[in-house]
Every structure is written in structure tokens, then in C-alpha cells.
DNA sequence: CGACGGGACGC
DNA sequence: CGACGGGACGC
């Protein structure tokens, strides 16, 4: 496998497992052996001489077989003498062939940072508690989309030690697929969140929860919008529409049209809508589920509609939120909304807690969404037109009952993690008419064990669910194929095997061919 | 102190 | 009918 390409490209395979090292002239090849050999399997030492003199340059290339043995080669000796001398070497990670001599500042960068894929369940606490078993991480990051905050599938893992990516890098599990990120290009290099541990989520209590708004921890008391101009820093903090003010904007409409999940009341969807900056009224007509809602700008409208357009609560029954249109002419007095004020004074500390919008988790808003109608203790039972199956699970007092589906589900079971050789069965689900959300689709399958990963392809009503137990798919065939999901009827199906089957052309990945293509 | 060689399966 | 996803960081 090693020797698969004879013209050069093969040194930097695995990458960073080739060490450039400045020694004292006229050290001997045993000398480096010797030295280095006990961090593991030397490939190749490479002794430079100058082509012409043959003089002996001071610079040697030791080539190991895995990059976690060149990391701790390098963290070990570097700036050690080898015996018999008293000049420190110094050792680094040698560039690739064509990079050259070129030194690069953010060298470290690419030595401690992984990029991964994740599952689009994943947060940022997961993902960071699933990669300290290979030692103690920076931070990491959770790309998602910024309209919707969904988790878009793959993230950035920061070690303190480049011993500890390689471990990782090597060790993790290979679903993950992990390579070490490039250096981000320009200086604003620090953008990186920082995940400050999981404390206060059990025990702080709500108060401190919302007020935890910012990355940085809770810098900036509540009430950013609704307290005025002084911060904790003395300066004068801006309004909603400076905060907002570049926010992508293709309209004038200040104004939101939303449909809700009938039996949503009032004063729940105003406290809602009154989590995004600048709103002025939410009114809620609760017999249709229609909404209105107003904002001081059209960029707090429109940042508003794409951070809870789409947000279900419960599972199943997502907000529908658009721009209105401003050609129709509507009076909302602003007396009408008595029911809003009456809230917004109860739940103002929680509201708007933007600094800047860069520094905002696109998720936090869903989140805490999600917070105040669980908080509220809205019964999804009572939200749903069709409910044919509530309170049909007598026992389901602490479990989460699939309310969304046309019949009673057992309760949820956690996933498992892909790890290449546990895939037992894929099914076909077709979802008609149109689709369903993939959570909802993960809280149903779920529940018969096992699960791995379910999915629906973009923009199609069609998708796979994988399993890591047969059994366990099975009885998710037997179980939901015929019912409905939030409307939506289901068919599942065993899968038939991929048709793309990547078994000639090019290399095969670390794996070879595994169980996963033959499902 | 700072950057790139040598070898050459055997079906 | 309905058959195989997605991959680079708010400049």
C-alpha cells in the first residue's frame, strides 16, 4: 500500500509522518535510529548532502510509517540533543515536495485541527465529548445552515497537541472520515466557537440558561434590545436595527405572515417571534392558526422568518413563516396585542440576546424556542388536529410519545455509531406525498434500536434509514410501513444494494470493501 | 542553522 | 410508481 506511487507523492502518506530536522553535521544514520526509532517504524532516513561537495547540510528527513509516531517523535525531540552533543535539534513536520522550503505561520494549524463528517443530529457537546477519549480538545465547531440552523453535516475538531489529532485522526471512527482541516485562509482566525463545556445545563436553572446566550458565556446581561444603551462595557450598545442592519436583505417588508399548529396560543407564539430583536406585535388568530407579526425593520422580519420558518414544535408540525405582502394593506393597532404585552413583560429577560449577528449561533433561537414551549409544558397532544393516537400510550407519562404518528410507537432508543463493519440493514422509505423532516424521521426509527443514520434525499421524498441490527429493522418495517408520519404516508422497505458501487477505478479508501457496500 | 535521494518485484 | 446524500470555517 505504502509504496504505490514511486515518484514522490507518496512522503507525505499518512500526512504529517515525514519529520524535516536540523541536526548537527556529520550525525550518521544509525545516530537518527537509535534516536527516533522507539516512537515507531522508521520508513526512512534521508540524509541531505549537497549534490556537488557532498558536504553533509545538517538536514536529515525521517520518514515514519503513521503520523501519531512522527508526532510524538516530534513533541519528544524536539529541541533535544542527540547523545554526544549538546545542540538541541529542532524538529517540525516537513512540508510536502512541492510546498518547499516555505515556512508558514499557521504551521501548528494544520496539526491539531480535523475536519470531520458528522451526523446531522450531532452538536457541538457530542461531537466534543466523542473525540476527548483521544485527548483533551480545544474546541470545536458544528458548521450549520445560517437560515436554519441545521447542523449541515460536518464540523472542526481542535486539539491542543498534534499528538492528539493524529490519535484521533488515526483511531476515530471511520464514518467520521476525518482529514486535517486547512489552515482558514484569511486572519479572522479566531471565529472558532468555543464550547465552554457542558455544566450549567442540568442544574443552573432556566434563568441561567437564557442568559447564556453568547458563545463567550453571558458577558451581556438580558434585555439587550429592551434595557437601553449602557452595556457592561460601558459602551453604548445599538439598537435591533444597527445589529441587523447587514443582514441579507431582498425586500422592504417589515411584516410576517405565519401559519401555526392549530391549538398554539397566543401568548406562547408572541414569545416565540419576541426572541428575534425588534418586534413590535405578534397576533395570533388561534381558531385558524394564522398569524401576523411585525418588526422595527425588514431586516429583523426577514432574520426572524429564516431563524423559525420551518421550526417544529412539536415534531411534525413545523411554523410556515413568510414575508407578508405589504400591497395588502392590514391595521394591526398595536393596542390589540394586550395578550403580547402581558407576556412580553413575564419573558422579556429572555429575548434578544444578539450581540452581532457573527457571533450568533444560528441554532440558539430554535433552541430556546424549543425551551419555552417545553418549559411551557405544551402538550403536543393537544396540538394536533389529527390525533388519533393520543393518549392511546397509557404509559408514556415520562417517554416521548410519537404523537405524529398514525399509531403508538414504542419509545425512543439512542442511535448507534457507524463504524464500518456494524451496518446489518438498510431500508427504502418513500414518505407521500411530499416528505417529512428528518427528525421527525429519526424520532420514529429510532425506537426499534439500533438505528445508524436516516435520511431523506435532498429535495426527494425518498430516502434510506441503516440499522445496526437487523432485528431491529425489521420490526421498523413491520411497525411503520402503511402508517403515517405527520401526515405523511410511509412505505419502507428492505433496500436493495447500492447501485453505485465504487468496486473498480480508483484507490479504495483505508477500508477495502466492506460489508457496507454489499447492503 | 531551513527543504528533497535512491532504489528498481516478478507475475 | 420511488432507488442511493453530504464535504471547508460570516470576508
Given at each position: ?6 515518484r514522490?507523492l507518496?512522503l507525505d ?6 519529520l524535516f ?9 544509525q545516530e537518527?535510529r537509535?534516536a527516533f526509532?522507539?516512537?515507531g517504524?522508521i520508513?526512512d532516513?534521508w540524509i ?16 515514519f510509517?503513521?503520523t501519531?509516531?512522527?508526532?510524538q ?7 533535544r540533543a542527540l547523545?554526544g552533543?549538546?545542540k538541541?535539534?529542532k524538529?517540525v ?8 522550503s516555505?515556512?508558514?505561520p499557521r504551521e ?5 485541527r480535523l475536519f470531520?463528517i458528522?451526523?446531522k ?6 461531537l466534543?465529548s466523542?473525540?476527548?477519549e483521544?485527548g ?6 458544528v458548521?450549520?445552515?445560517h437560515?436554519?440552523g441545521?447542523n449541515k ?6 486539539y ?7 490519535l ?12 486535517f482541516a486547512?489552515?482558514q485562509?484569511?486572519r ?10 457542558f455544566?450549567?445545563?442540568s442544574?443552573a436553572?432556566?434563568?441561567?440558561l437564557?442568559?447564556d ?5 453571558g458577558?451581556f446581561g438580558?434585555d439587550?434590545f429592551?434595557s437601553?444603551?449602557s452595556s457592561?462595557?460601558?459602551a453604548?450598545?445599538?439598537g435591533?436595527l444597527?445589529?441587523?442592519a ?6 422592504n ?12 396560543t ?5 414569545k ?8 413590535e406585535y405578534?397576533d395570533?388568530?388561534e381558531t385558524?392558526?394564522?398569524?401576523y ?8 422580519a426577514?432574520y426572524a422568518?429564516?431563524?423559525?420558518n420551518?421550526?417544529?414544535y ?8 413568510q ?14 396585542d394586550s395578550?403580547y404585552?402581558?407576556?412580553s413583560?413575564g ?5 434578544t ?6 457571533s450568533v449561533?444560528p441554532?440558539?433561537v ?5 425551551m ?5 409544558g405544551?402538550?403536543?397532544?393537544n ?8 393518549g392511546?400510550v397509557?404509559?408514556g407519562r415520562?417517554e416521548r410519545s410519537?404523537f405524529?404518528?398514525?399509531i403508538?410507537?414504542p419509545?425512543?432508543?439512542p ?5 464500518g463493519?456494524n451496518l446489518?440493514?438498510?431500508?427504502f422509505?418513500?414518505?407521500q406525498?411530499?416528505?417529512?423532516s428528518?427528525k421527525?424521521?429519526?424520532?420514529a426509527?429510532c425506537?426499534?434500536g439500533?438505528l ?6 435532498s429535495?426527494?421524498?425518498y ?6 441490527s437487523?432485528?431491529s429493522a425489521m420490526k ?5 410501513h ?8 410511509l ?18 479508501g483505508?477500508?477495502?470493501?466492506s460489508?457496507?457496500q454489499?447492503l
Amino acid at each position: 500500500m505504502a509504496g504505490r506511487d514511486g515518484r514522490g507523492l507518496t512522503l507525505d502518506d499518512p500526512p504529517n509522518s515525514r519529520l524535516f530536522i536540523l541536526c548537527p553535521k556529520g550525525t550518521t544514520e544509525q545516530e537518527f535510529r537509535d534516536a527516533f526509532e522507539k516512537y515507531g517504524t522508521i520508513e526512512d532516513v534521508w540524509i541531505i548532502k549537497d549534490k556537488r561537495t557532498n558536504e553533509d547540510r545538517g538536514i536529515v528527513y525521517i520518514k515514519f510509517s503513521k503520523t501519531s509516531e512522527a508526532m510524538q517523535a516530534m513533541e519528544e525531540m524536539n529541541g533535544r540533543a542527540l547523545p554526544g552533543s549538546n545542540k538541541g535539534l529542532k524538529v517540525v513536520v516537513a512540508n510536502s515536495k512541492r510546498d518547499g522550503s516555505t515556512r508558514d505561520p499557521r504551521e501548528d494549524e494544520r496539526l491539531v485541527r480535523l475536519f470531520v463528517i458528522i451526523p446531522k443530529h450531532f452538536t457541538e457537546q457530542k461531537l466534543r465529548s466523542e473525540f476527548s477519549e483521544f485527548g483533551e480538545v480545544e474546541s470545536v465547531t458544528v458548521l450549520k445552515d445560517h437560515g436554519t440552523g441545521e447542523n449541515k453535516g460536518f464540523g472542526y475538531v481542535r486539539y491542543f497537541k498534534p499528538l492528539h489529532a493524529a490519535l484521533a485522526y488515526e483511531n476515530c471512527d471511520t464514518s467520521y472520515r476525518p482529514k486535517f482541516a486547512e489552515p482558514q485562509r484569511s486572519r479572522g482566525e479566531r471565529d472558532e466557537i468555543e464550547y465552554h463545556g457542558f455544566p450549567h445545563h442540568s442544574s443552573a436553572g432556566q434563568k441561567r440558561l437564557y442568559e447564556d446566550d453568547f458563545r463567550g458565556g453571558g458577558a451581556f446581561g438580558a434585555d439587550v434590545f429592551h434595557s437601553g444603551p449602557s452595556s457592561v462595557l460601558g459602551a453604548p450598545r445599538p439598537g435591533p436595527l444597527e445589529m441587523l442592519a447587514d443582514y441579507p436583505l431582498n425586500s422592504n417588508c417589515s411584516r410576517l405572515v405565519i401559519q401555526a399548529p392549530v391549538g398554539l396560543t397566543q401568548g406562547y407564539l408572541s414569545k416565540l417571534f419576541n426572541l428575534i430583536p425588534g418586534m413590535e406585535y405578534c397576533d395570533l388568530n388561534e381558531t385558524t392558526g394564522v398569524a401576523y407579526a411585525r418588526y422595527s425593520s425588514p431586516q429583523c422580519a426577514t432574520y426572524a422568518r429564516d431563524k423559525l420558518n420551518g421550526f417544529e414544535y412539536p415534531l411534525g408540525s413545523p411554523l410556515h413563516v413568510q414575508l407578508a405582502d405589504d400591497s395588502v394593506r392590514q391595521e394591526y393597532p398595536m393596542s390589540v396585542d394586550s395578550n403580547y404585552s402581558q407576556y412580553s413583560g413575564g419573558f422579556g429577560s429572555y429575548s434578544t440576546n444578539l450581540g452581532n449577528l457573527s457571533s450568533v449561533d444560528p441554532m440558539d433561537v430554535r433552541q430556546k424556542a424549543a425551551m419555552i414551549l417545553e418549559k411551557a409544558g405544551i402538550n403536543p397532544h393537544n396540538l394536533l388536529s389529527s390525533s388519533s393516537n393520543a393518549g392511546s400510550v397509557g404509559d408514556g407519562r415520562r417517554e416521548r410519545s410519537a404523537f405524529y404518528c398514525s399509531i403508538p410507537l414504542p419509545p425512543p432508543q439512542p442511535t448507534v455509531q457507524e463504524d464500518g463493519t456494524n451496518l446489518a440493514q438498510r431500508l427504502f422509505i418513500v414518505c407521500q406525498p411530499s416528505g417529512v423532516s428528518e427528525k421527525v424521521l429519526r424520532d420514529a426509527f429510532c425506537r426499534f434500536g439500533n438505528l445508524i443514520d436516516v435520511y431523506l434525499l435532498s429535495g426527494r421524498n425518498y430516502g434510506y434509514a441503516k440499522f445496526a441490527s437487523k432485528t431491529s429493522a425489521m420490526k421498523a418495517i413491520e411497525t411503520l410501513h402503511g402508517q403515517s408520519l405527520a401526515g405523511q404516508k410511509l412505505k419502507v422497505l428492505e433496500a436493495e444494494p447500492p447501485k453505485s458501487n465504487p468496486a473498480h477505478g480508483g484507490f479504495l479508501g483505508d477500508e477495502g470493501p466492506s460489508k457496507k457496500q454489499r447492503l
